[in-house]
C-alpha cells in the first residue's frame, strides 16, 4: 500500500488517491445524464479519464439516452432511471456504488416552461436537491475519514441565479448577491441556498458552479439555438423576444464539461466557481450568426424561403426578461487554469455542422412529443402565433 501525505489526501477526491499503487477508486454520480449538460459531462468521463460514471436520470421530456450511444457500450458507464426525488431508490444506488463524488445536474431548466408551470420546478429542483442531499450526507457519513474528508457533492447551477445586468458594464462574480427573476432561476437559487447550508450545517464537501449559457450537440430543441436551425431548415419563423438585443454570455457544451470536471477533482471544498465563455452576444446577433451560417452550408432552402433571415419573427418579450448575463470566470481561470477552447465563432459553426449531419438525433425528439414548439408566443402586436 501507498501512503500518502495527509496534506495529500485532504486537497484530493479519493478517487484519485493512489491506495493500491495503481488502481484507483473512481465512481462518479452523475445526475440528469440524459440531458443536454449532463450528457457531455458523462461524455467527457468516459472518453477521457479512467473514472465509472453511473447516470442517474428520470428520462423527463428532455433525457435522451441517444446522446449517449457513443459511450453506451462501455464497462465504466451505467444507467439508472431513478427520479432524485425518490430517496429509497437513491440511497440503494449509493450503497451499490459507493461513489467518490456527485455531480449534480438534474434540474428542469426552461424558462418559458417555469412561467407556465412552475410546480415541476420546485419538485426537481429544489425538493428533489433536498431528497439528493440527505441520501448523499447519510452515504458519505458511513465512509471512513480519508473518504469523507475526499468526498465531493458538487451542485452545477446556472448565471440566471443573479438576475439581470442591464444598463451596467458589469460581470457576474462569485460574489454578486442572489436575485432571480424567473420561477426557474428563483428554483435553482434555492437548491444552491440548500446545496450550500449542507456545507456549512452538516460539513457536506461541497463544490458549486454557475454557468453561462450553453449551447453544442444533442441540445434538446426548445432553446434558443437548436429551436433556430431546426426551424429555419424547415422553412418555419425563428421566433426572437421584443427586439432581441438580449445579451447572453454563450458557453460551447464541451468546454462547460471540461470545466466541471475540473472542478470536482481540483476544486476547493466549499468554493464556488463562476463558468463563462467570454462571448457576449446579442439574442438578434445570434439568430443572424445561425442564418449566415445555414446559407452557406444548408444553401439549398425549403420552397418559397428567398434567403433564411426572412424567417425571423420578433414576438412579444418574455414577462420577467432579464437583458443581460455575463460571467467573470477569472477565478477558476486563476485557481484551476481552465479557459474554454471555444470562442462563439467556432463553436457555432460546429453546432449547426453538428445538426445538419446528425438529422437521425433530433429527427427522433421530433417524433416525439415535442414539435419545436415555444411556449407563451404572441406576436409583437399582441396576436397569437403557434410556431409550430
Known amino acids: 500500500m501507498v501512503l500518502l ?4 489526501i485532504e486537497s484530493k477526491p479519493f478517487f484519485f488517491l493512489d491506495f493500491l499503487g495503481g488502481e484507483v477508486m473512481d465512481t462518479i454520480f452523475v445526475t440528469g445524464g440524459a440531458g443536454f449538460i449532463g450528457s457531455a459531462v458523462v461524455r467527457h468521463i468516459v472518453q477521457n479519464t479512467t473514472c465509472k460514471v453511473v447516470n442517474i436520470d428520470k428520462l423527463t421530456y428532455a433525457g435522451n439516452l441517444q446522446s449517449l450511444s457513443s459511450i ?16 429509497k431508490a437513491l440511497d440503494k444506488l449509493f450503497a451499490h456504488y459507493s461513489p467518490a463524488a456527485v455531480m449534480h445536474l438534474a434540474a428542469e431548466s426552461h424558462v418559458d416552461r417555469s412561467i407556465d408551470g412552475p410546480g415541476a ?3 426537481t429542483n429544489i425538493t428533489g436537491t433536498y431528497t439528493l442531499l440527505e441520501s448523499a450526507r447519510e452515504y458519505w457519513l458511513s465512509l471512513e475519514e480519508s473518504k469523507q474528508i475526499a468526498f ?19 460581470l457576474f462574480t462569485e460574489e454578486t448577491p442572489y436575485a432571480p427573476s424567473s420561477p426557474y432561476s428563483a428554483s435553482k437559487a434555492a437548491s444552491d441556498h440548500l446545496v450550500r447550508a449542507w456545507g456549512r450545517t452538516y460539513g457536506l464537501p ?32 425563428l421566433p426572437i423576444y421584443g427586439d432581441g438585443s438580449q445579451i447572453r454570455d454563450w458557453l460551447y457544451v464541451e468546454d462547460h464539461a471540461r470545466a466541471l470536471f475540473k472542478v470536482v477533482t481540483e476544486g476547493e471544498v466549499g468554493e464556488t466557481y463562476n463558468i463563462g465563455g467570454h462571448n457576449e452576444k446579442k439574442n438578434i446577433e445570434v439568430v443572424e450568426t445561425i442564418c449566415a451560417l445555414l446559407e452557406e452550408l444548408a444553401p439549398r432552402k425549403p420552397d418559397g424561403v428567398e434567403k433564411y433571415t426572412d424567417l425571423i419573427t420578433f414576438v412579444k418579450d418574455r414577462p420577467g426578461h432579464d437583458a443581460r448575463y455575463a460571467i467573470d470566470a477569472a477565478k477558476i481561470q486563476k485557481e484551476l487554469g481552465w ?10 459553426r460546429k453546432t449547426v455542422e453538428w445538426y ?25 402586436e399582441g396576436t397569437k402565433e403557434v410556431i409550430a
Open 5 to 8: 501525505p495527509i496534506s495529500f
Open 72 to 87: 453506451d457500450g462501455s464497462e465504466r458507464y451505467f444507467f439508472e432511471q431513478v427520479d432524485i426525488c425518490d430517496k
Open 121 to 123: 420546478f420546485i419538485e
Open 152 to 170: 465531493r457533492f458538487h451542485q452545477i447551477s446556472t448565471d440566471e441565479v443573479y438576475g439581470d445586468l442591464e444598463g451596467t458594464t458589469d
Open 206 to 237: 461541497i463544490v458549486v458552479t454557475n454557468c453561462s449559457n450553453n449551447y453544442g450537440p444533442f441540445h434538446f430543441p426548445e432553446k434558443l439555438i437548436p429551436h433556430v436551425i431546426l426551424n429555419a431548415l424547415a422553412g418555419k419563423p
Open 339 to 348: 479557459t474554454p477552447d471555444e470562442s462563439f465563432e467556432t463553436g457555432i
Open 356 to 380: 445538419l449531419n446528425n438529422t437521425d438525433w433530433w429527427q427522433n425528439v421530433l417524433n416525439g412529443n415535442y414539435k419545436l414548439e415555444r411556449i407563451g408566443q404572441e406576436k409583437q
